[in-house]
């Protein structure tokens, strides 16, 4: 009697997933409407200091998930080169980090840093994605969260576009305010390094591993997207039914 067929597909190579990975990037950001008006200059001023308020919201969040990677991750090696992430946005040594630079394109877009970093700017929609990312590295394996970092494979890209486009599209914003971006071209490219290492390695045992790596990259593709359209929704004047959109009303108590 001839033994059951075993069903389950082989694993791809490494080249192979390492390709599908990257075809994720058809779904990065850069391709939101919100973003490609953004690249062809046709946001406001408003809008592009909305976008800047807003994203502050997950700019704060990347060391908090990277704060949970390390704290989920046993691998001492893995520890010593990930903390450098934190580093990177929080500061060290009296190097400003990438939280600073971020308030400094707040001020270079006519923020002041109060209008930044009081967070009430952020939109409902894109505290949720944030708080969504930064709990899913919290609670899933570190491994999980590590491959959930991999968008980072199509940043120096839309850093390389504004640092490039904003100049002549939008004079206005002062030239300081770019120092954020020209940071990431070459730390998100040394952070691709590692966390694709990882992703290989670790999700390569199976087809079926495999297949979970790419969903957890289009969960994060999906917490990007959402964020823009938050932003979109809070930066443009929308009539339903003749009445103006409004933001949702809040109630403070000082």
């Given at each position: 009697m001839n033994a059951p067929m075993d069903n389950r597909l082989a694993p791809w190579s490494r080249e192979e997933f390492e390709a599908k990975?990257?075809?994720?990037?058809?779904?990065?950001?850069?391709?939101?409407?919100?973003?490609?008006?953004m690249y062809e200059g046709k946001l406001s001023k408003e809008?592009?200091?909305?976008w800047v308020a807003n994203r502050?919201?997950?700019q704060i969040g990347i060391p908090q998930k990277d704060a949970a990677i390390l704290s989920n991750c046993p691998?001492?090696?893995?520890?010593?080169?990930?903390?450098?992430?934190?580093?990177?946005?929080?500061?060290?040594?009296?190097?400003?980090g990438g939280i600073e630079a971020w308030i400094k394109l707040g001020q270079a877009v006519g923020l002041s840093?109060?209008?930044?970093?009081?967070?009430?700017?952020?939109?409902p929609g894109v505290r949720f994605a944030v708080d969504a990312y930064i709990n899913f590295a919290r609670q899933r394996p570190w491994q999980e969260s590590v491959c959930s970092s991999l968008t980072e494979l199509f940043a120096p890209h839309i850093h390389q576009q504004r640092i490039s486009s904003w100049p002549?599209?939008?004079?206005?914003?002062?030239?300081?305010?770019?120092?954020y971006f020209k940071k990431r071209l070459t730390e998100a490219r040394r952070d691709v390094e590692?966390?694709?290492g990882v992703t290989l390695e670790y999700f390569s045992q199976s087809r079926e591993m495999q297949?979970?790596?790419?969903?957890?990259?289009?969960f994060k593709l999906d917490v990007l997207w959402v964020i823009a359209d938050s932003i979109m929704l809070a930066s443009t004047d929308i009539k339903t039914e003749g009445r103006d959109y409004l933001r949702q009303p809040v109630i403070r108590f000082d």
């Amino acid at each position: 009697m001839n033994a059951p067929m075993d069903n389950r597909l082989a694993p791809w190579s490494r080249e192979e997933f390492e390709a599908k990975l990257r075809e994720k990037g058809q779904g990065y950001h850069i391709y939101h409407p919100f973003h490609v008006m953004m690249y062809e200059g046709k946001l406001s001023k408003e809008q592009l200091q909305c976008w800047v308020a807003n994203r502050f919201y997950y700019q704060i969040g990347i060391p908090q998930k990277d704060a949970a990677i390390l704290s989920n991750c046993p691998d001492k090696e893995i520890r010593k080169g990930w903390i450098v992430r934190i580093t990177d946005h929080d500061g060290v040594d009296g190097n400003e980090g990438g939280i600073e630079a971020w308030i400094k394109l707040g001020q270079a877009v006519g923020l002041s840093r109060d209008d930044v970093t009081s967070l009430r700017m952020v939109s409902p929609g894109v505290r949720f994605a944030v708080d969504a990312y930064i709990n899913f590295a919290r609670q899933r394996p570190w491994q999980e969260s590590v491959c959930s970092s991999l968008t980072e494979l199509f940043a120096p890209h839309i850093h390389q576009q504004r640092i490039s486009s904003w100049p002549a599209m939008y004079p206005w914003i002062k030239e300081e305010g770019l120092t954020y971006f020209k940071k990431r071209l070459t730390e998100a490219r040394r952070d691709v390094e590692q966390g694709l290492g990882v992703t290989l390695e670790y999700f390569s045992q199976s087809r079926e591993m495999q297949m979970r790596a790419l969903d957890i990259l289009q969960f994060k593709l999906d917490v990007l997207w959402v964020i823009a359209d938050s932003i979109m929704l809070a930066s443009t004047d929308i009539k339903t039914e003749g009445r103006d959109y409004l933001r949702q009303p809040v109630i403070r108590f000082d």
